[in-house]
């Protein structure tokens, strides 16, 4: 139940296109659904979050889509740049409490230029 | 940069030795976490502090302990080491241990286990 599942495991877009990597939880008590980039050799940097109050936050180029009923959510790069390859993480924890965060397995993501 | 440090960047033991991997948070943050990244098993939570207590404990091996001092930084200490330790140990803080607050990773310490 505390699993997040997310999908492809790589992806490759041409520049300018629309990047979209999706996640699925089965835990109903989560309520924060953020998404981490990590560069290698870096740490996974925060990139946008989404409680579930809302179907859709956009920040710049960057969107998370939620579907509460479904128990999913997305994130769309648009206008895909090559700087935007990354390894991609989504993620679940409880507001509540400690910030246990729940990741996904990543996916890699590779913009051609 | 995070703003998190994390020492050492690399380091190489074998099996049965202990080590301690060392995180400074960035300034002000009071909650520290420990995550575990390897290629089978992903970004798992070890275990989180708050301004020196323990409050959350993930699946952290019974190896495996950790500490938060009072200058805030904290220490995890791995010993009895085998070859499937080997991981990239993130050192991550946040303001207070409220989920919503943004979680700061650092660089990470790879570990090899040899």
């Known amino acids: 139940q505390q699993q997040v599942k997310q999908s492809p495991q790589s992806l490759i877009v041409q520049k300018g296109g629309i990047s979209i990597i999706n996640c699925a939880y089965e835990?109903?008590?989560?309520?924060?659904f953020p998404w981490y980039q990590q560069f290698p050799g870096k740490g996974p940097a925060l990139l946008i979050a989404?409680?579930?109050?809302?179907s859709e936050k956009k920040e710049g180029r960057f969107t998370i889509s939620f579907n509460k009923s479904a128990k999913q959510f997305s994130l769309h790069i648009m206008d895909s740049q090559p700087g935007d390859s990354a390894t991609y993480f989504c993620?679940?924890?409880?507001?509540?409490?400690?910030?246990?965060?729940?990741f996904g397995q990543g996916t890699r993501l590779t913009i051609n230029p | 940069d995070s703003g998190v440090t994390q020492t050492p960047k690399h380091l190489i033991t074998a099996t049965g030795q202990r080590v301690t991997l060392r995180c400074s948070p960035r300034?002000?943050?009071?909650?520290v976490y420990w995550y575990q990244q390897s290629l089978d098993q992903g970004l798992q939570f070890l275990i989180q502090?708050?301004?020196?207590?323990?409050?959350a404990k993930g699946n952290i091996l019974e190896r495996f302990s950790a500490q938060q001092f009072p200058d805030l930084h904290s220490e995890l200490n791995l010993s009895s080491l085998e070859l499937g330790d080997s991981a990239l140990y993130f050192c991550?803080?946040?303001?207070?241990?409220?989920?919503?607050?943004?979680?700061?990773f650092g660089e990470g310490s790879w570990l090899t286990v040899v």
């Open positions: 989404i409680r579930p109050d809302v």
């Open positions: 991550a803080s946040s303001v207070d241990s409220r989920s919503g607050n943004t979680i700061y």
């Open positions: 300034s002000g943050d009071l909650s």
């Open positions: 835990n109903t008590a989560f309520d924060y």
């Open positions: 993620a679940a924890c409880r507001i509540q409490g400690a910030q246990k965060l729940v």
């Open positions: 502090y708050y301004n020196g207590e323990e409050r």
